[in-house]
């Protein structure tokens, strides 16, 4: 069971400087679920993605064959039914993958959880990043480049996490490939676990906290 207390963490600005520190709530950030609740989350994730609409033809789909070949004896051949046979060229797949539903349905509080754990993970690597703002007065990806490498974060991949959409840093970010950016709402383990570091706001981190009632 998580602690009640709370975790302190540092608030850096664009520059890399400390400009003061801010308290979360331990469940966040020193999270004690298992590390299998990660995996669980990410797997559902992937599973989720897929459309499920892969599909074969049985024999009972293949057009053609609704006559025998040839006759059953006297020929030297081997004996068929039908040029639907699996056996035949262009006939029907045997067991060949069908449309199916590939949802994975997890509880809301494991969703969190898995969540939560996920960002104890980065945190206690030290990879949780937490910024006073980012404004950019226009859509350039200079910009957004030398923000990143203010905060040494150049060698890494990274994801930041904002409070609403930002247009000026969502373009400013596009074209670099190992940078993303996130709404805290739509935030989950599994982007947690793909990128080396997790940039937050402050707004974002509270946008966070809100949305997954940590805090009122």
Same mark, same amino acid.
């Given at each position: 069971?998580?602690?009640?207390?709370?975790?302190?963490?540092?608030?850096?600005?664009? *520059?890399?400087?400390?400009?003061?520190?801010?308290?979360?709530?331990?469940?966040?950030?020193?999270?004690?679920?298992?590390?299998?609740?990660?995996?669980?989350?990410?797997?559902? /994730?992937?599973?989720?993605?897929?459309?499920?609409?892969?599909?074969?033809?049985?024999?009972?789909?293949?057009?053609?064959? &609704?006559?025998?070949?040839?006759?059953?004896?006297?020929?030297?051949?081997?004996?068929?039914?039908?040029?639907?046979?699996?056996?035949?060229?262009?006939?029907?797949?045997?067991f060949g993958p069908q449309p199916r539903d590939y949802?994975?349905?997890?509880?809301?509080?494991?969703?969190?959880?898995?969540?939560?754990?996920?960002?104890?993970?980065?945190?206690?690597?030290?990879?949780?990043?937490?910024?006073?703002?980012?404004?950019?007065? =226009?859509?350039?990806?200079?910009?957004?480049?030398?923000?990143?490498? *203010?905060?040494?974060?150049?060698?890494?991949?990274?994801?930041?996490?904002?409070?609403?959409?930002?247009?000026?840093?969502?373009?400013?970010?596009?074209?670099?490939? /190992?940078? &993303?950016?996130?709404?805290?709402?739509?935030?989950?383990? /599994? /982007?947690?676990?793909?990128?080396?570091k997790v940039v937050f706001t402050v707004s974002g981190?509270? =946008?966070?906290?809100?949305?997954?009632?940590?805090?009122?």
């Amino acid at each position: 069971m998580e602690g009640r207390g709370m975790i302190e963490l540092e608030i850096r600005d664009i *520059n890399n400087n400390i400009v003061g520190k801010k308290e979360v709530p331990e469940i966040v950030f020193n999270n004690q679920a298992d590390d299998s609740v990660v995996h669980s989350a990410v797997v559902a /994730y992937m599973a989720n993605q897929r459309q499920g609409t892969h599909a074969t033809k049985t024999r009972a789909m293949v057009s053609g064959g &609704g006559r025998k070949p040839w006759r059953q004896k006297h020929t030297g051949r081997a004996r068929h039914g039908s040029i639907r046979s699996p056996l035949w060229r262009k006939g029907g797949i045997v067991f060949g993958p069908q449309p199916r539903d590939y949802y994975i349905q997890l509880p809301k509080k494991m969703r969190d959880a898995a969540l939560f754990k996920a960002l104890t993970l980065k945190y206690q690597d030290k990879e949780i990043l937490l910024l006073d703002k980012i404004e950019l007065m =226009r859509p350039k990806t200079k910009d957004m480049i030398e923000i990143i490498k *203010n905060l040494e974060l150049a060698d890494s991949s990274v994801l930041f996490v904002l409070p609403d959409k930002d247009e000026n840093i969502l373009l400013s970010s596009r074209n670099i490939p /190992y940078v &993303g950016v996130i709404r805290a709402g739509d935030l989950n383990a /599994y /982007y947690v676990s793909i990128f080396d570091k997790v940039v937050f706001t402050v707004s974002g981190l509270d =946008r966070l906290l809100q949305i997954k009632g940590v805090v009122s």
